[in-house]
């Protein structure tokens, strides 16, 4: 199977390095991607919105035969979600690597800009739970990689009009939030949680254990397990 992994915001595709090495030794192909606009001065991405981040992904599946899942790391979710709603026809399983399936409308957050562009804002500005995980010298590789992502990425609103895309089966992996508590969202289904609720073949599996510390960059801190995950959705 072609699987393409869209990494969260200020992320490319080396940063799945460490994950597709299981997947290609499990026989799938990888198409870990970079996307428009990242580390590019505002001249050059201030036109770049949520809609181009999902139509590269879109011309990367129309250029695939075959079956094809998509994974998505925190905002990156967001993007493989708008592509499955363009393409649901196309696209065997979705994987939300610690994230959520987003509503019509939603966008990724709202964080600082600094000369027309969203820089990494840094470790400090993440809870302690999301970063737990990473230790010093993981911190500091990780953050001098980072490269800024075009302005208005993170605050577009994603938009969705096929509802094919709730029956083709999702694998949530979560590290940062217990899997009971998205299940109880899922019976209480508040208004942001909505497509999780329609989602009709959900799997939810938690990448950590009791006590243990796993937070939302596990590509960086248990590549392995993570590679485990996906293989275990997509098979």
């Known amino acids: 199977m072609h699987i393409i992994l869209v990494p969260g915001l200020w992320l490319d595709a080396a940063t799945w390095g460490e994950v597709t090495p299981a997947l290609e030794a499990a026989g799938h192909r990888t198409h870990p991607l970079t996307m428009p606009g990242v580390g590019a001065p505002a001249a050059q991405s201030s036109g770049i919105g949520m809609a181009d981040w999902v139509a590269a992904v879109v011309a990367e ?34 994987v939300f690597l610690d994230t ?84 109880a969202l899922i019976g209480q289904a508040p208004a942001w949680a909505a497509e999780l609720a329609a989602i009709e073949k959900l799997e939810i599996v938690q990448l950590n254990g009791p006590g243990e510390a796993t937070g ?20």
């Open 61 to 94: 599946i129309d250029a695939l035969d075959g079956p094809v899942a998509l994974v998505g790391h925190s905002g990156g979710g967001n993007v493989v979600y708008g592509a499955l709603d363009a393409r649901p026809e196309h696209v065997a399983h979705v």
């Open 100 to 183: 959520f399936p987003p509503t019509d409308g939603s966008s990724i957050w709202d964080f600082p800009v600094v000369d027309g562009v969203v820089p990494f804002p840094g470790w400090d500005s993440f809870d302690e739970g999301e970063v737990a995980d990473l230790d010093p010298q993981t911190r500091a590789d990780a953050a001098a990689r980072a490269q800024s992502v075009p302005e208005r990425v993170p605050t577009d609103p994603l938009r969705l009009s096929d509802e094919r895309r709730r029956a083709v089966p999702m694998t949530m992996i979560t590290s940062t939030m217990p899997a009971d508590d998205i299940r």
């Open 216 to 235: 939302h960059w596990p590509q960086f801190s248990r590549p392995g397990a993570v590679a485990e995950a996906i293989l275990r959705a997509i098979d």
